[in-house]
């Protein structure tokens, strides 16, 4: 079964509290488990940017869900993909607080491939690559704040 991705930005609502995103979390793993979707959000207290993976009906059933969800608003699709190898196969979801300027960084990057596409230089896709920073030092502690 092909792999596809998928990577979005949102508003978080007004208010949202630390235990309501814990909460978001936990239920968007368990969601995510049944749909075969692995993924990291990424959240600075007033946006949001998630990237899943997974088969491409698992990752049209998340994202209907996340398109439903009132705990965050004006959902901005910025890339889909297909292929590749799976960036986090170890978490159905897992959340990472970060900085607004990471977050805002990472979500006006150019996202137009999300395969990890090189160039004839080797330089990396820039949007994938700052997300991916983001996250690696999550991975090597293993760290969950959720």
């Known amino acids: ?11 978080t609502a007004e208010g949202l509290s ?14 995510n488990r049944l ?16 990237y899943m993976e997974g088969p491409e ?7 209907r869900r996340v398109l439903s969800s009132k705990r965050h608003s004006d959902v901005v699709e910025l890339a889909r993909g297909h292929g590749g190898a799976r960036r986090f ?21 150019d996202w137009t491939l999300m395969k990890e596409h090189r160039s004839e230089a080797g330089i990396a896709i820039p949007g994938i690559e700052q ?10 502690r293993g760290t969950n704040p959720g």
């Open 1 to 11: 079964m092909p792999l596809s991705s998928l990577a979005y930005s949102s508003r």
């Open 18 to 31: 630390l235990d309501q995103v814990n909460a978001l979390v936990r239920d968007a793993a368990h969601h």
């Open 35 to 50: 749909a075969g979707v692995t993924g990291v959000l990424l959240c600075d207290g007033v946006r949001f940017l998630q």
């Open 57 to 63: 009906e698992g990752i049209e059933f998340v994202f």
């Open 89 to 109: 196969p170890y978490w159905s979801m897992h959340w990472i607080p970060v900085e607004q300027h990471e977050l805002h960084a990472t979500a006006v990057a």
């Open 131 to 140: 997300l991916s920073a983001l996250v690696a030092p999550h991975i090597e």
